[in-house]
């Protein structure tokens, strides 16, 4: 200990003692230091019941045959007192005593009543002392029951005693000790394996002591090793830190090497691996939803999280919206207070409010989507943006098909086209629709929306819908592209028709524009595969977008007419410019466009056929003063084919299957008399 002191090297020593050092005041003074953490073992003992008692009221009087207490010796003939322990105790001599190291001194005397302090220091391995000599006590009684029959005195048997077979008493002899422990001998012999280990340390009362930090009882080991203060350290190999495992050395089997257990992504600051519970020397893998805890012992779930609408391409789709719904609401309070003036009537109210549900059911849908998902919000989810691209483009459809079959129907025959009526453009949009809701419905009870667990990476669990991880969800726009397309073709073939029924080329104008927005959709959605909350927030915006879109070339003219310039919500500004007279003053003026519109006579020969139900159209015109009047009547049973100067024969019939069709209007009397001779042009 000196020499570790004085070599300063007590950070490089461990010092371990055994149980005659340990607890003991072994170390000079000076070398705590030096040894300092050291660890002993002592072996375990307890305080004797009543022993202090009875040793601290001992006297000389009273205690006479404690040969250790009292002396007697003998001198020839003659008993001599020998009280070592009680002249070494109080450093008096005792009257009548031999002279000891002690006596020899002129010290005081020994009264007799001095009595020992209640400090005293005691022996603590007294245990020990009391657990043999009941243990031999206990060995002598069973052997007297066993050979002498429990009487008296020493039977014949016992005489003599037999050492070997007292031994085998002795080794199964079993009690409770005046310390209240329980003693026996084990296997080898050995008493109960007690002790307490100790640690040398400084103390916060200051000053070094043994201070108690475990035991070990009949080989279960009790360490408390927060309070173990060790300078040095010296094992083989150290423990693995957390996410470690431990890889031994070709035939060695205490000695081992840590290695890392594999890192799944650089750039993340945890693991998916963590020790094996079930082996030391192998990792495992953390499933997918789950990340090591902060121990590295054992695999937490991951918190899911859903799309919220504070995500900021989310929240700008809900603003949109928002506004959109808001001014779809309006147009539809608008389209039902002004309903019977003519850009209302013009447009086919029906079918425009059937467009406008459509349109708000587009704005709508956005807030599902930033619903937490659940099976229910799916499904919802799946039907609402199925259905609503299908109620806009088959209201949109069924409008362009009607205005397609109207204009060619005169060049193939004279008669009415059928299903041009509204109560049957109600009937065919909601047909078209019906199909939709059909095939979403069979999609759903085959394979039914769920809400799932998506793991884009291992830290990260997102609760979103099935169908927008496989992209499934794509096959509920099938229907509502094959409807924009035909739409599509049925805008370009009717791009040519008079200026007046330009709702043809505003639904064109939103075709070509709604299938940009789609093109742009298809490569932004195949480019989100692995990112689910900006594939639905794509999705929200472009069904957004789209609604938009048709909002705007198909509602905000008429808004614009109605608003802003009432003087043309009539039927004449209405009114195809070429049905306009502008013949110039003067009889050649019978050539204008207005006279064809007036028809001729009968051709020889050809019977009238009955004309068609509809409203009747009144066309006056006045051309150098002189009036020419056509009036086509529902009620009458032959039509009458008149012809005006100048003017071209032009049969009636195809005019009834033209107008029957459109939008009806009729000119205000003098409406066209008083543009005549201002418009009037040189045909």
Not at 512 to 526: D, E, G
Request: aromatic residues 8%; glycine residues 8%.
């Amino acid at each position: 200990m000196a020499a570790v002191r004085r070599n300063g090297a007590g950070d490089s020593f461990g010092w371990l003692g055994s149980d005659c050092w340990a607890g003991g005041e072994l170390l000079a003074a000076g070398n705590e230091r030096a040894v300092e953490g050291a660890i002993g073992v002592q072996l375990q003992a307890k305080p004797v019941r009543g022993f202090r008692e009875y040793f601290l009221n001992l006297t000389v009087e009273n205690n006479p045959r404690n040969p250790w207490f009292v002396v007697l010796e003998y001198f020839a003939t003659k008993k001599i007192l020998v009280l070592e322990f009680w002249e070494e105790q109080f450093g008096c001599r005792y009257p009548g005593a031999p002279r000891t190291s002690f006596a020899s001194r002129p010290e005081r005397r020994c009264t007799g009543a001095e009595r020992l302090p209640a400090d005293t220091p005691l022996e603590g391995r007294l245990q020990f002392v009391a657990d043999a000599v009941f243990a031999f006590v206990h060995a002598v009684r069973d052997m007297h029951r066993a050979l002498c029959g429990g009487r008296p005195g020493l039977c014949a048997r016992m005489r003599p005693l037999s050492g070997p077979l007292l031994l085998r008493y002795l080794r199964r002899v079993r009690f409770t000790g005046l310390s209240g422990d329980e003693f026996h001998f084990d296997v080898n012999g050995d008493g109960p394996a007690r002790y307490d280990i100790l640690h040398y340390r400084w103390t916060a009362r200051g000053g070094y002591r043994w201070l108690k930090v475990g035991q070990y009882l009949d080989g279960d080991l009790h360490l408390d090793l927060d309070e173990i203060q060790s300078r040095a350290a010296s094992v083989c190999s150290a423990e693995c830190a957390p996410g470690q495992a431990r890889r031994y050395a070709a035939g060695d089997s205490c000695c081992w090497h840590c290695y890392n257990c594999s890192q799944y992504e650089a750039s993340l600051p945890t693991h998916s691996f963590i020790r094996s519970p079930v082996s030391e020397t192998a990792c495992a893998q953390c499933p997918l939803g789950t990340l090591p805890d902060a121990a590295r012992t054992h695999c937490s779930p991951v918190p899911a999280r859903a799309l919220r609408p504070a995500h900021p391409a989310l929240a700008t789709a809900l603003v949109c919206s928002a506004l959109g719904a808001l001014l779809t609401a309006a147009v539809g309070a608008l389209w039902a207070l002004r309903g019977d003036t003519p850009v209302v009537r013009a447009s086919g109210r029906e079918l425009s409010l059937v467009l406008l549900a459509g349109i708000l059911m587009c704005y709508l849908l956005p807030f599902a989507f930033a619903l937490r998902p659940t099976d229910g919000v799916c499904a919802l989810q799946r039907f609402g943006s199925a259905l609503c691209f299908t109620v806009v483009y088959a209201a949109l459809l069924t409008n362009t098909n009607r205005i397609a079959r109207i204009f060619s129907a005169p060049r193939r025959s004279a008669r009415r086209p059928p299903l041009i009526s509204p109560r049957s453009q109600l009937l065919i949009c909601a047909l078209l629709v019906s199909v939709q809701v059909a095939l979403v419905s069979v999609w759903q009870a085959a394979a039914p929306a769920r809400a799932v667990h998506h793991y884009p990476t291992r830290a990260h669990n997102l609760l979103v819908c099935d169908s927008y991880v496989d992209a499934s969800y794509a096959l509920a726009f099938l229907y509502p592209v094959l409807l924009i397309a035909v739409c599509t073709v049925h805008a370009v073939l009717t791009r040519n028709i008079p200026e007046a029924f330009n709702e043809s080329k505003h639904i064109g104008f939103a075709m070509y524009t709604t299938c940009v927005i789609w093109f742009a959709f298809v490569p932004l959605h195949l480019g989100t595969a692995n990112r689910v909350p900006m594939r639905v927030t794509s999705l929200a915006l472009t069904i957004s977008l789209s609604a938009s879109v048709t909002l705007a070339c198909l509602f905000a003219p008429k808004v614009y007419i109605i608003l802003v310039r009432p003087e043309r919500n009539v039927r004449a500004s209405l009114m195809p410019t070429r049905w306009r007279t502008r013949g110039a003053a003067g009889g050649a003026a019978g050539g204008a466009v207005c006279a064809a519109l007036v028809g001729a006579a009968p051709l020889p020969g050809t019977a009238s056929p009955p004309p068609p139900r509809h409203p009747s159209t009144d066309f006056s015109t006045e051309v150098n003063g002189k009036s020419t009047s056509t009036e086509r009547h529902v009620q009458t049973e032959e039509p009458r084919w008149e012809r005006t100067g100048g003017g071209l024969p032009l049969d009636p019939r195809r005019l009834a299957g033209l107008a029957a069709g459109l939008p009806a209007f009729t000119l205000a009397p003098g409406a066209l008399r008083r543009r005549g001779v201002r418009d009037a042009a040189p045909l």
